[in-house]
């Protein structure tokens, strides 16, 4: 497993209920599979993985006592790290309710269906793409009609600005150019970054 990542911990009473719920493998936010089950000095020791899910790591253990008693305590520990890019701050909330069972699994922020950690990795990179093709292609025309009231432009001003950033799609073509002699991937992630802030700049 690889290091790093968010742990859960939580203790649960020791009842048939919650030793039939905890000691089974989760179907919810990610589909688990069982890979080890140890006897211990004072219960057994129970390993999950995940089968699919949105997790580049994931590791549930729970340490169920010998016993159903009023006393002792099952204790559930869940390592994950979400596969989710530049976004996953604002599902890392959601997800930790998730996987520390205070938050249903299905709500309006989770997909339908189970996704795995590729999935939920492409999903956030065409997201981060669309961003920034949705600002560079939005702002001129959202923006051109104040700034000719501010500035008293004339239409044709307004026009011949509007032809001039449409011909920036000139300059798009060396890069074509480039992303064949040093890789497509450090192109597309440096032009994501520059045309945004170029944008800005104009």
Do not use: C
Not at 40 to 53: H, L, P, S, Y
Not at 132 to 154: E, H, L, R, Y
Not at 163 to 177: N, Q
């Amino acid at each position: 497993m690889k290091p790093g990542g968010r742990m859960v911990t939580r203790r649960w009473p020791n009842d048939s209920e919650h030793r039939a719920t905890i000691g089974a493998e989760r179907v919810d936010l990610i589909s688990e599979r069982e890979v080890e089950r140890t006897l211990t000095g004072d219960g057994e020791k129970i390993v999950f993985a995940q089968r699919v899910g949105p997790f580049v790591t994931y590791e549930r253990t729970v340490e169920l006592p010998a016993v159903s008693d009023g006393h002792s305590k099952i204790v559930e520990r869940t390592r994950y790290r979400l596969a989710i890019p530049w976004f996953g701050w604002l599902f890392g909330p959601p997800v930790r309710a998730v996987v520390s069972r205070r938050l249903k699994p299905k709500g309006w922020w989770t997909p339908p269906d189970e996704v795995d950690a590729t999935q939920v990795l492409v999903i956030g990179l065409l997201a981060a793409a669309s961003m920034s093709a949705a600002f560079i292609n939005t702002i001129f025309t959202q923006t051109v009609g104040f700034a000719t009231d501010d500035f008293g432009i004339s239409e044709t001003a307004k026009g011949d600005a509007g032809s001039i950033v449409r011909a920036g799609i000139v300059f798009a073509l060396p890069a074509a150019v480039i992303a064949d002699r040093i890789g497509r991937r450090r192109v597309l992630v440096a032009v994501a970054f520059l045309a945004p802030m170029l944008t800005m700049l104009g």
